[in-house]
T-cell receptor, first 111, second 111 residues
Framework: NAGVTQTPKFRILKIGQSMTLQCTQD?????MYWYRQDPGMGLKLIYY???????DKGEVPNGYNVSRSTTEDFPLRLELAAPSQTSVYFC??????????FGPGTRLTVL | SQKIEQNSEALNIQEGKTATLTCNYT??????LQWYRQDPGRGPVFLLL?????KEKRKERLKVTFDTTLKQSLFHITASQPADSATYLC??????????FGKGTRLSVIA
């Protein structure tokens, strides 16, 4: 099993550009999550999903969108990139609400 | 307001000693609490989970305690090694809310 994979690993965006961060898991987990991690600030939940077709907002959803059309994939969309979205983004999945498995992260810089 | 606090941003300890990390919370009634390890440039990795009706959990050199009266969890690493150097995150789950993470404590084990 590859676990949770994320692409790209790094990305530099200009203000106002858009992009999609990809996340795929091969563990058949129902739950999937997107977090951002800023230095010294811990993990903040952006969006999560409890199954295909179901998504919900986390603590910091503004400026992001998600979709969950399959069990495996949970892409995160940034429509109009802003410098405040410079961060490291982690995708995670879990079978139930415990023990989350994290991907390697995407380091995003918005200039 | 709800808060999760990990006692310090950084902790330095001599090799062979026991490292003790603290996680305090306010205005939560967690069903369970989890500890994760995060190495630089990587996603967090699940270590241990302890439920509200459990006082203590052990796994090899790791021990976690959970005191719902004090609203505190202690995470111990016995016979610490330089390879234990990492950031350790506590996270708690309360009701139907997704997992909430603390900011983490960066542990350095000095040879």
């Amino acid at each position: 099993n590859a676990g949770v994979t994320q692409t790209p690993k790094f990305r530099i965006l200009k203000i106002g550009q858009s992009m999609t961060l990809q996340c795929t898991q091969d563990m058949n987990h129902n739950y999937m999550y997107w977090y951002r991690q800023d230095p010294g600030m811990g993990l903040k939940l952006i969006y999560y999903s409890v199954g295909a077709g179901i998504t919900d907002k986390g603590e910091v959803p503004n400026g992001y969108n998600v979709s969950r059309s399959t069990t495996e994939d949970f892409p995160l969309r940034l429509e109009l990139a802003a410098p405040s979205q410079t961060s490291v983004y982690f995708c995670a999945s879990s079978r139930t609400t415990v023990e989350q498995f994290f991907g390697p992260g995407t380091r995003l810089t918005v200039l | 307001s709800q808060k999760i606090e990990q006692n310090s941003e950084a902790l330095n300890i001599q090799e062979g000693k026991t490292a003790t990390l603290t996680c305090n919370y306010t205005n939560y009634s967690p069903a369970y609490l989890q500890w994760y390890r995060q190495d630089p440039g990587r996603g967090p990795v699940f270590l241990l989970l302890i439920r509200e009706n459990e006082k203590e959990k052990r796994k090899e050199r790791l021990k976690v305690t959970f005191d719902t009266t004090l609203k505190q969890s202690l995470f111990h690493i016995t016979a610490s090694q330089p390879a234990d150097s990492a950031t350790y995150l506590c996270a708690l789950h309360s009701g139907n809310t997704p997992l909430v993470f603390g900011k983490g404590t960066r542990l350095s084990v000095i040879a």
